[in-house]
């Protein structure tokens, strides 16, 4: 049973236009959120994260929105640019845990 | 160095070899994890290490993966007896000691079991 899930396997959108990707958790002691990005061949990057105790995070293009009592994240990418075209992973964890527990990410592609 | 560095970077191999994957962190990190991601998959976790000690190991798919760190550094996955459901990259991170800290990835090692 998948306690991170992200419900679009891809999404397209125009440069320029918002990008909008979603992720949806089930384990209600997560508290700490993450964004990546991959690229083919390569490792995640990370992107930016988001606290419990908070509901938006802020970092240029980027932005995190969590809403808890629906146990559910955005990242928002505004403009989105074909350099962001990448699989965009939402990991959490909590509880105490070290273990992040990964998405199966979204394949976004924005479109010249 | 600069970034978590894994080899080899691509693994073939014939089905029932053993095979091991390396990984160097990033100096100073003293949490390594081990992930890997099969085809069209999300990343599933395999192991993390805090120092030289595991105390999460849940999820290793089964007996024939190993892994073990030493001198709070380097790692080694071992997977014995290789199946072909174990093709996947294998994806290695590290961090700062701490769950809060994000991680920093190597850009995996792609094996494949023929």
């Known amino acids: 049973d998948q306690q991170v899930k992200q419900n679009s396997p891809s999404l397209s959108v125009q440069e320029g236009r918002i990008s909008i990707l979603n992720c949806d958790y089930t384990?209600?002691?997560?508290?700490?959120f993450l964004w990546y990005k991959k690229y083919p061949a390569e490792g995640p990057t990370f992107l930016i994260s988001i606290s419990s105790i908070k509901d938006k995070n802020e970092d240029g293009r980027f932005t995190v929105f969590l809403n808890k009592s629906a146990k559910h994240l955005s990242l928002h990418i505004v403009p989105s640019q074909p350099g962001d075209s990448a699989v965009y992973f939402c990991a959490a964890s909590g509880d105490g845990g070290q273990n992040f527990v990964f998405g199966p990410g979204t394949r976004l592609s924005v479109l010249p | 160095g600069a970034g978590v560095s894994q080899s080899p970077s691509n693994k073939v191999t014939e089905k029932g070899k053993d095979v091991e994957l390396r990984c160097d962190p990033i100096s100073g990190h003293t949490a390594l994890y081990w992930y890997r991601q099969s085809l069209g998959q999300g990343l599933e976790f395999l192991i993390y290490?805090?120092?030289?000690?595991?105390?999460?190991k849940s999820g290793l798919p089964s007996d024939r993966f190993s892994a073990e760190r030493t001198g709070g550094s380097v790692s080694t996955l071992t997977i014995q007896r290789t199946q072909q459901e174990d093709s996947a990259v294998y994806l290695c991170a590290s961090s700062l000691a701490g769950v809060r800290e994000k991680l920093f990835f190597g850009s995996g090692t792609q094996l494949s079991v023929l």
């Open positions: 384990n209600s002691m997560f508290d700490y």
């Open positions: 290490f805090q120092g030289n000690s595991a105390p999460d």
